[in-house]
């Protein structure tokens, strides 16, 4: 079964840039899709973006122009940049891995927007 690894989150201020990363213990590419969603507090999960097998890539209409979503071949990792944060974009942010109808997630990785 494949781990997941989420790294990157920390504290920015509004405006700046952060970029996310997750590890596959195994080939990322045996996933049907796989991609970044985002939990804040007293709220739903909810997608920020995937990308699927065949690369196609899917965002939510808050992040679209100011994140990105890539894999990074040679690290067998997913990456996310997400740039002109604002506070609301302030969650714990996941890794999901998509096969067929089965999900697995990372433990998460936190991400606070404040002045």
């Known amino acids: 079964q494949v781990q997941l690894v989420e790294s990157g989150g920390g504290l920015v201020e509004p405006g700046g840039s952060l970029r996310l990363s997750c590890a596959f213990s195994t080939n990322m590419f045996d996933f049907n899709e796989i991609g970044w969603y985002r939990q804040a507090p007293g709220k739903q999960r909810e997608l920020v973006a995937t990308i699927n097998v065949g690369g196609i890539t899917n965002y939510a209409d808050s992040v679209k122009g100011r994140f990105f979503i890539h894999r990074d071949n040679d690290q067998n990792s997913l990456a996310l940049q997400m740039n002109m944060l604002k506070p609301e974009d302030t969650a714990t942010y996941y890794c999901?891995?998509?096969?067929?109808?089965?999900?697995?997630w990372g433990p998460g990785t936190q991400v606070t927007v404040a002045s």
């Open positions: 999901n891995a998509r096969l067929l109808r089965y999900d697995t």
